[in-house]
C-alpha cells in the first residue's frame, strides 16, 4: 500500500499481551514512507501508552511521533474471560469524543 502522499499517518490497535496487534506492527514495517508524521490510538484495560512495542516497526524511517491517544478497552485476556472481562462497554462514546478531540489537536 502506497501512503506516500499521507502527510499524518495513524496506528490504532487494541493492546495485546503489552503490544499492538502483530498486524499492525507488520502493517507499519512493510508500509511506513520514510520522514513522515505519526500517530498512535490504543484500547487497552490498564488505559497505558503501549506505543512503545511500535518502535521496532518504525524503526529506521524517521518517523515523528505527533501524539498517543489511550483510552480503556474491552479486555477478556486470560483468567478475565472467566469473569465476563473488564472495562466492558469501552470504548464508550466519551472516550470516542475524547479520541475525536485528540485528533482535532493534532491536525492543528
Known amino acids: 500500500m502506497d ?18 496487534h502483530q498486524s499492525v506492527m507488520n502493517f507499519a514495517r512493510e508500509n511506513l514512507p520514510k520522514n513522515k508524521k505519526i500517530f498512535y490510538i ?11 512495542s511500535m518502535q521496532s516497526s518504525v524503526s529506521g ?14 479486555n477478556t485476556f486470560g483468567p478475565f474471560k472467566l469473569v465476563g472481562g473488564t472495562s466492558k462497554g469501552h470504548p464508550d462514546e466519551k472516550d470516542l469524543k475524547n479520541a475525536l478531540e485528540f485528533y482535532r489537536s493534532i491536525c492543528q
Open 3 to 20: 501512503l506516500s502522499d499521507y502527510d499524518l499517518i495513524g496506528f490504532a490497535s487494541g493492546i495485546y499481551a503489552g503490544r499492538f
Open 42 to 52: 490504543m484500547t487497552s484495560a490498564m488505559n497505558k501508552d503501549f506505543s512503545k
Open 61 to 74: 524511517k524517521n518517523a515523528a511521533v505527533v501524539g498517543r491517544f489511550s483510552c480503556n478497552g474491552y
